[in-house]
């Protein structure tokens, strides 16, 4: 199994290390400190060394930040995360804020006196989000310092977990579709354009894909934890721990990189400042740190990481494992729909039983690598829970007349799938069916849109909404992500969403997830993968237009379908994907799956 | 008439101008000059005397910029103007170079030597142009210099008109809603909140909105030519010229400004500079001239014009003024068409006497004011020219088979109205009726929209243009501008369009007007105002949603629509509307006109 249904370890030790951290606090002369969940790659998910949140508040979810006071703490997360805290976290210890209402600078200048020193750890925070912090803190004086140890760490002592060491492995040019040479190369050509004499990366995702690595230091993610320096000429420097190089990967690399241990970071740094070099950094995803061993937030050259665009434009290797990935997906989740259907009978199932058949199926592919995230199984008012992480202590029956969202991927050498299906147990209402309907209508606007070139995401999501908007319902997440390839299941610059501002490529891949939740009563989501097909001409248009291809391939739950709220043309979208899904997966099932999947995407009567 | 109908003037005379403009350039020791078509309010029409780049270019559009160089010269335009520059200068003078693919900035670097000098009038630029215009030219290390007086106004001599001096007039309460105090005071109670001791105030329409005037200092726009300083205590210093008080608007004022002439203003910068206040400046609106008077761009305190927000949300008395003056107007333009379409028979009519007859049924109200900007009047191949101007050297009879696209707006002081309608002159071709109505499908999705508050203009554009995409088509401007209240017809920050990054708020008045375009054939517009309504309960729904009032008020072309092609929802929608603009147009008009009216708004066969 590639996850736990543990429940989260509670808040009980946390009292004492709280302590612990604000008599180190004293020595080091600081009023205040912060703790984010960040580690030194800004990463989605971090490896247990560097769960610094989790072991000082017991928080365990994925976002998030706290900030300790001599005598107060609080705990900063977004809207998703303050109600799981709530039952994670000695309150007593911390307040639970919510984010952006109620952010960390707010919290310091209201409880901090004037001319107060609050210390960061410089490695821990990105440039850009210390620059927005010094800014509103200055009309009160309060002076940020950067930390030469984390104090955390020190508190924690000689409990704290080694540093992951995941071997790295080559991935195959098969799968990544363009040499690590010639990926190197076009970098050093746009550095050359810009004038910049080198770039610091230090986004995991963006080093697996411009080396073409995969690693396993963190859960669901197969990334390398390193960072690189990639010169205007010459060969890339890789800053790995050693022991993770493995020989197959040391024959990979050698021509293309220098592997250097991270502990030459620092010097390699300041030989580049001391040399006058030009130097890139992302001041949104490098840390502080970076800046200041370069010479400080004025000498450095600020730009996007430049592997973030390239890596989101999949190439024809990687859009044909993409298709491939997803039909061997698309194969595990039928039989899983289908098993789902002959179980509920009996009513025995719960949500963990479910997420580990799943897993089941996808194992049995022989080709599931991880699973992309931890699954979302959660039925009835736990549908409803947008991040909802099942554990022993919370799980569930499915029961008849509720609904079962399940929202779940696989990691496989050739893609990373992400799929939710909204199942019905037994008979839903009416206001199930017609709101899952709604969402359907969201689905299927964003399925068959066309587009101009230069349509950012932003445009794209009030599709997905619309036709819950005119109902007065609403979802509070956005309608996609960007998607990366055996990569990280959140990748971007690209998004379906009010933050979506990056324009949509050719070759891009998003999810298309729009959804509804009645708080404490049941969730629909329903979300495929959509690749951005190039600008085509349309017959009796003018200008090409992009549009997307659903790679995932899994039945709707046409028994939730109002079929007469669907105009011909949603009908027919509906008709012609089930279709699709039909003729692609039947072949791969047994006799008697195949009788499922044919009934399960029949026409919309 | 408040529009003529001449001819632009040539360019004859651009040559010697230019030729007085570089000996003055030498003399000021400057490589180039910078001439842009803003004056020092950077508003979208400028008196005469600052119409500074006409004089030099002869080119006569709303927007663009000139740079001249010691021997080569260029013209800085967006797309809409490109092709009607190109037949008013003299292109042996200056070469036409569209933005934003070729920025000023471009060009200087392109030019000039390195170190070279460029020159520009401090008052004509925004700070924020200033600054990045800076960054552009600092790796060439071309140097920006602020000109003591204007070179084009030393060139132009004598024969440079006289700046305006239309007379203020108070802004009845019974309109304004609110009056000028109590705008005052909730600035002022803002200031405090901001910790901001002043303002300076730059653009006019902000000025008349917040001291309740209007002028005539431009045309089209009721607006005072004026700045202003409003502390955070205290009275506000009003700057301008006192020959155009009038008594009336003087006791007005008296109350709430202390009037200065424009020629105290540097001075009383100054005072502010050196008791050391914290001045607010809005750096994309007001000039660079304004943070050099009070100590540099660094002094001042950066944030948007405070009137920009609460003049966009409009009071009750704004809404109830908006909907009698389109009640006016719709009557107006109403009595127009069904004119229009008693003549078209004949086939006698051009572009030109059908505006001055529009122009004479909304005189006829004995309301008007003004026009709110130069009708646009554009029959079959002009209807595709978006900001078409007819003249009498292009004026065009309004043929069989064609279409007639006009968009026009009459300024009352109770309300600004902007419509356009598009109509079939003898039978229109089957394609012509296919795309009219996709943009009616486009305009239908706006008109009926439900959205939760926060949503921006950028969310709601692309319903506007989906169903044009699905059939490879688009309309290269967006769907709608803000309006004022007889103010100004754009006016921020809301804007329905790619742009658009202000979120909607109740009272806010946008245009409804989606496009389509086939050059050398003919265009296709449909535009009616709207008001953003509170947000509101949705029965069965569950969070309150606002929605778009549809302010103007006349029959929208039924021989141009496919029904077929509409949804129920849509031609429900369509019905409604023509039964309202029925019920409220038909009283006000004569037997015949209102038999037409009858007709025109029949219910979709």
């Known amino acids: 199994m590639f996850q736990t249904f543990e429940p989260p370890t509670g808040a009980a030790e946390t009292g004492p290390r709280v302590a612990r951290v604000r ?3 004293v020595k080091a002369k600081i009023d205040a400190l912060l703790v984010p969940r960040a580690d030194e790659h800004q990463g989605e998910y971090v490896p247990g060394s560097a769960d610094r949140l989790k072991w000082l508040t017991g928080f365990s979810g994925s976002a998030g930040s706290a900030a300790v006071g001599p005598s107060t703490a609080a705990l900063f997360l977004d809207g998703r995360y303050t109600l799981q805290a ?79 060491a995941g071997p790295v492995k080559p991935h195959p040019l098969e799968y990544a579709g363009v040499p690590a040479e010639d990926k190197i190369a076009a970098l050093q050509k746009l550095l050359a354009e810009a004038g910049e004499d080198a770039v610091a990366l230090t986004l995991p995702d963006s ?53 250097l241990s991270p502990d030459e970071l620092a010097k390699r740094l300041a030989a580049l400042k001391s040399d006058g070099k030009r130097v890139r950094l992302d001041p949104e995803t490098a840390s502080w740190w970076f800046a200041q061993q370069l010479g400080g937030a ?64 996808r194992a049995e592919t022989q080709a599931l690598k991880e699973i992309s995230f931890d699954t979302i199984s959660g039925s009835g008012p736990h549908g409803a829970i947008v991040h909802y992480r099942v554990t022993k202590a919370t799980n569930r029956t499915l029961g008849a007349g509720e609904l079962f969202l399940l929202d779940s991927g696989g990691q496989y050498v050739d893609g990373t799938t992400d799929i939710t299906r909204t199942v019905a147990i037994g008979t839903p209402t009416r206001e ?46 956005g309608t996609g992500h ?47 993968l959509v690749l951005v097909t190039p600008p085509q ?13 659903a790679l995932t391939l899994a039945p709707i739950d046409r028994r939730l379908i109002v079929t007469e709220m669907l105009s011909a043309d949603e009908r027919a979208w509906m008709d012609r994907y089930h279709a699709r899904v039909s003729a692609l997966i039947g072949p791969e099932l047994g006799p008697e799956e195949r009788a499922w999947l044919e009934a399960a995407t029949a026409p919309l009567a």
Chains 1, 2 share one sequence.
Not at 221 to 243: D, Q, S, T, W
Not at 309 to 334: F, Q, S, Y
Not at 439 to 468: M, N, Q, S, W, Y
């Open 23 to 25: 008599a180190l606090m």
């Open 86 to 164: 709530r039952s994670q976290i000695d309150t007593s210890l911390f307040e639970i804020l919510q984010v952006p209402q109620n952010r960390p600078a707010d919290w310091l200048k209201l409880t901090l006196p004037e001319g107060a020193t609050v210390g960061f750890d410089p490695k821990l925070h990105t440039l850009a989000e210390i620059e927005r912090l010094e800014d509103a803190l200055a009309p009160k004086k309060i002076r940020l310092k950067a930390l030469s140890r984390n104090l955390v760490d020190s508190a924690w002592g000689r409990k704290r977990p080694a540093p992951p």
């Open 207 to 259: 080093i697996a894909w411009i080396f073409n690595i995969r690693g396993a230091d963190v859960a669901h993610n197969p990334v390398v934890l390193a960072f690189a320096i990639v010169p205007r000429e010459g060969k890339a420097e890789l800053f790995v721990r050693p022991e993770k190089i493995t020989e197959e990967a040391r024959s990979h690399l050698a021509p293309v990189a220098t592997l």
């Open 298 to 361: 004025k000498r450095i050259r600020r730009g996007q990481d430049p592997c973030i665009l390239p890596k989101a434009r999949k190439n024809d290797a990687e859009i044909k494992g993409t298709r491939a990935a997803h039909l061997r997906d698309g194969v595990a989740v039928t039989r899983f729909l289908a098993w789902l259907d002959r179980q509920t009978a009996a009513g025995t199932i719960d949500e963990i039983a479910a997420a580990e058949k799943l897993e089941f199926f």
């Open 432 to 477: 199930m069916c017609e709101r899952f309907t709604l969402v359907l209508k969201g689905h299927i606007a964003i399925a068959v849109a066309h587009f101009p070139v230069g349509t950012r995401g932003v445009e794209l999501d009030p599709l997905a909404r619309a036709a819950l908007w005119q109902r007065g319902l609403d979802f509070d997440h």
């Open 482 to 528: 960007g998607v990366g390839s055996y990569l990280s299941v959140h990748e971007g610059p690209q998004s379906i969403s009010k933050r979506g501002m990056a324009p949509l490529e050719p070759g891009m891949i998003c999810s298309n997830e729009p959804g509804y939740y009645k708080e404490g009563a049941y969730g629909i989501r329903i979300e495929n």
């Open 537 to 549: 001409p349309i017959p009796g248009g003018e200008r090409e237009m992009m549009a997307f291809e």
